[in-house]
């Protein structure tokens, strides 16, 4: 079944429903047992008052508990848009997220054209620069793309837990297992200078990677 065959299925969009009504409170009452620790937080309303909207950038397998830190403030993701991305729209938005619907790999252009619309509108922006499939770890151009068009400058973080469950997936995606406590470790903005040609899009790719390595240690060390 092919991304957009599965909405021709009534007990599918039925099965995508009841998976995000279900989801959703399990999600949220996990993520009120987490216990947090932050570092550089400012940094997030700094670009807020300064007139401008973060496009928050991280690793797929930190959804989860990024879904529950960042909840209610109208931050606008890239869901996909096959079945797995329906669901998963549906529980982030209960969270208060607004969602472009599309990825690296189908409708991407789409996506951040709406991405690009809703930033215009006030609204700030999160990717997971890795995604949809991978390689891990590995960054994909969009969010520099974005920053490029509208201005509104990266804002990198990362986040680890310790304790949680890991899954066997290709992003090992992180579960924090309750009362956890976590550790958030925002880096400072990164902008993009909107006449950067291909080579200086490439070295803000290397640089967004080599900045979340770095946040990466300072949340391990955070905890």
């Known amino acids: ?66 879904t529950v830190y960042f909840k209610r403030r109208g931050i606008v993701v890239i869901t996909s848009e096959n079945f797995d991305g329906e669901w998963i729209a549906g529980i982030i938005r209960r969270f208060g997220y607004g969602t472009a619907r599309g990825s690296t790999s189908r409708g991407a252009v789409k996506a951040l054209v709406q991405l690009k619309r809703d930033m215009a509108a006030g609204k700030p922006a999160a990717f997971t620069i890795d995604g949809p499939r991978g390689p891990a770890r590995v960054a994909q151009p969009g969010a520099i793309w974005l920053a ?18 890991t899954a066997d997936s290709w992003d090992q995606t992180m579960v924090p297992k309750p009362w956890a ?3 958030i470790a925002i880096g400072e ?35």
Do not use: C
Request: charged share 25%; net charge positive; glycine share 8%.
């Open 1 to 66: 079944m092919t991304a957009s065959d599965w909405r021709a299925s009534r007990a599918k969009r039925l099965q995508a429903r009841l998976i995000s009504a279900i989801g959703y409170p399990i999600v949220a009452s996990l993520g009120a047992t987490f216990r947090w620790r932050a570092e550089g937080a400012e940094w997030y309303q700094r670009v807020i008052a300064g007139g401008r909207q973060p496009i928050m950038a991280f690793w797929h397998g930190r959804i989860l508990p990024a």
């Open 148 to 165: 490029k068009a509208t201005g509104n400058p990266i804002v990198p973080f990362h986040i680890e837990a310790d304790r949680h469950w």
């Open 181 to 183: 406590m976590l550790a």
């Open 189 to 223: 903005p990164m902008d993009i200078d909107p006449r950067a040609d291909d080579a200086a899009v490439e070295a803000g790719r290397r640089e967004l990677e080599s900045r979340l390595g770095a946040l990466e240690a300072r949340a391990r060390a955070l905890l």
